[in-house]
């Protein structure tokens, strides 16, 4: 059974700094790619950034330049380094990772919560 563990979630004032993590637990298994969604109130689950188990990384435009997306693949985890936090970043944020045991599945975490105030 893999699961996806979040933290790093809370409030923080308009510019400031976060970092959000994801550690995959189990066993019998390997990642191939993760990443970060997150779901505001009232509108759809969007992407904000993903990586490849070879480093390559891609963004939503609304992020781009200000979050910063890493993992370390011995520790089985995800970062998601957010700088200069704006009001409408404020989501529910949440770990993606397709594993593969068997065969390749999309797992999720529960989401932590990112609040930014202005």
């Known amino acids: 059974q893999v699961q996806l563990v979040e933290s790093g979630g809370g409030l923080v004032q308009a510019g400031g700094s976060l970092r959000l993590s994801c550690a995959a637990s189990g066993s019998g298994f390997s990642i191939n790619a993760m990443g970060w969604y997150r779901q505001a109130p009232g509108k759809l689950r969007e992407l904000v950034a993903r990586i490849t188990n070879s480093g390559i990384t891609n963004y939503a435009e609304s992020v781009e330049g200000r979050f910063t997306i890493s993992r370390d693949n011995a520790k089985n985890t995800v970062y998601l380094q957010m700088n200069s936090l704006k009001p409408e970043d404020t989501a529910v944020y949440y770990c993606?990772?397709?594993?593969?045991?068997?065969?390749?599945?999309?797992?999720w975490g529960k989401g932590t919560l990112v609040t930014v105030s202005s």
């Open positions: 993606n990772a397709n594993i593969r045991t068997i065969v390749n599945m999309d797992y």
